[in-house]
């Protein structure tokens, strides 16, 4: 079995880089109040959905896990970046690439880890009644 070329690779990791990097635009962009509420609602849904780690497709499951990902995250990216109004598109691109690393957004992170705890309490409930 070949290993894959080393541009391949690269376009990959290119391509990679932009994605992340038109994420943290589209965050930027639903803060910036020159854009309009139903791009921030739109991109900031994008935004959520590429950062959560709940997914329709869990991704511990091989291959399928990112398919979701793969699916829909670019497109919807796509789409939210050509609604945002130039000028705000370029300021905020212009700070992305000012900014060396994503924003950490420990609100999300609790809301995620709460559902994930709620769920599980749910679950070990059902099993402990089953059981008793």
Request: aromatic share 8%; glycine share 6%; proline share 8%.
């Amino acid at each position: 079995m070949s290993q894959p070329s080393v541009s391949y690779l690269g376009r990959l990791k290119q391509r990679a880089r932009a994605l992340k990097r038109d994420t943290y635009v589209l965050y930027l962009a639903c803060r910036d109040p020159r854009t309009p509420w139903y791009v921030r609602v739109f991109a900031g849904g994008v935004v959520a959905y590429a950062l959560s780690p709940i997914d329709l497709i869990p991704d511990f499951i091989p291959v399928l896990g990112y398919l979701d990902d793969l699916i829909l995250v670019p497109p919807g990216i796509a789409l939210a970046v050509r609604m945002i109004p130039e000028p705000v598109l370029l300021d905020c691109r212009a700070r992305a690439q000012a900014a060396s690393e994503m924003p950490t957004n420990w609100l999300a992170a609790v809301v995620v880890i709460a559902i994930w705890i709620v769920l599980a309490s749910l679950l070990i409930g059902l099993v402990a009644r089953a059981i008793g």
